[in-house]
C-alpha cells in the first residue's frame, strides 16, 4: 500500500457526462500529479500541484480540470467524455517536487 | 487484472538469471530518474531512483546505471524471481521536479 488513495476504483459513465476523480496523498506530501494510462499509450502526465498550486502541465486537455484543496487532497473534473477517455487516471503524490513519486491504485474509467 | 500496453517490448528471462532492461531518454537536462514496476491491476510502484551526479545505485537485488552522454538508463535485476513479472517504466524528472515522463514501459516475463 502506497498510502495513496483513489476513489472510485472503478467508473462506467456514457458520453457527454462529467465526472470526478479524487485523490488523497500520502500522509506530510504536498506535491500531487495526475497521470493517463491508455492500452495503447503509456503513463501521460496531466497536471501536477504543489500545495494548492498549479505547478505544470502536460498533456491535458481543455475538457479536463484539476485542483488541490488547502487539505491537499486533489481531484480530476473530466467533462464532455468521448470514448477515448476510457483509460485509467493514476494520481501519484511526493513529499516535495523532485522526490520520488508513489502512486495510487488508479480509476479506471470506462465511457460507453 | 488490467492490461498495460499490449504491444510492449518483452524481454523474457528464465528464473534465477540476471535481468536487464533498458531506456532512453530524452531531456538532457532531466537530473533524476526513477524505475517504477507495475503490475497487472495495480499503480506503479517505486523500485529504485538515481540523480544525475551518479551512474550507479543499488537497492536489494537491483542496480540501476545511468549513462548520461548517451542518455541511457539501465535496471539490473539479479536472481530473477517469477514475482519480478511486471511492466517496468522508467521516469525521468526535469530539474523543477514538475514533470515525470515515463518511458514506453517493458514487459519482463520470467519463465520457470
Known amino acids: 500500500d502506497s498510502g495513496v488513495t483513489q476513489t472510485p476504483k472503478h467508473l462506467i459513465t456514457a458520453t457527454g457526462q462529467r465526472v470526478t476523480l479524487r485523490c488523497s496523498p500520502r500522509?506530510?506530501?504536498?506535491?500531487v500529479y495526475w497521470y493517463q494510462q491508455s492500452l495503447d499509450q503509456g503513463l501521460q502526465f496531466l497536471i501536477q500541484?504543489?500545495?494548492?498550486?498549479?505547478?505544470a502541465k502536460g498533456n491535458i486537455l481543455e475538457r479536463f480540470s484539476a485542483q488541490q484543496f488547502p487539505d491537499l487532497h486533489s481531484e480530476l473534473n473530466l467533462s464532455s467524455l468521448e470514448l477515448g477517455d476510457s483509460a485509467l487516471y493514476f494520481c501519484?503524490?511526493?513529499?516535495?517536487?523532485?522526490?520520488?513519486?508513489?502512486f495510487g491504485q488508479g480509476t479506471r474509467l470506462t465511457v460507453v | 487484472g488490467e492490461s498495460v500496453g499490449l504491444h510492449l517490448p518483452t524481454l523474457s528471462v528464465q528464473e534465477g538469471d540476471n535481468s536487464i532492461i533498458n531506456c532512453a531518454y530524452s531531456n538532457s537536462a532531466s537530473d533524476y530518474f526513477i524505475w517504477y514496476k507495475q503490475e497487472s491491476g495495480k499503480g506503479p510502484q517505486f523500485i529504485i531512483d538515481?540523480?544525475?551526479?551518479?551512474d550507479k545505485r543499488q537497492g536489494q537485488r537491483v542496480t540501476v546505471l545511468l549513462n548520461k552522454t548517451v542518455k541511457h538508463l539501465s535496471l539490473q535485476i539479479a536472481a530473477t524471481q517469477p514475482g519480478d513479472s511486471a511492466v517496468y517504466f522508467c521516469?525521468?524528472?526535469?530539474?523543477?521536479?514538475?514533470?515525470?515522463?515515463f518511458g514506453p514501459g517493458t514487459r519482463l516475463s520470467v519463465l520457470p
Open positions: 500522509s506530510g506530501d504536498l506535491s
Open positions: 500541484y504543489y500545495n494548492g498550486e498549479e505547478r
Open positions: 538515481i540523480r544525475s551526479n551518479m
Open positions: 501519484a503524490s511526493s513529499v516535495d517536487e523532485g522526490a520520488e513519486a508513489f
Open positions: 521516469a525521468e524528472v526535469d530539474n523543477y521536479g514538475q514533470n515525470f515522463v
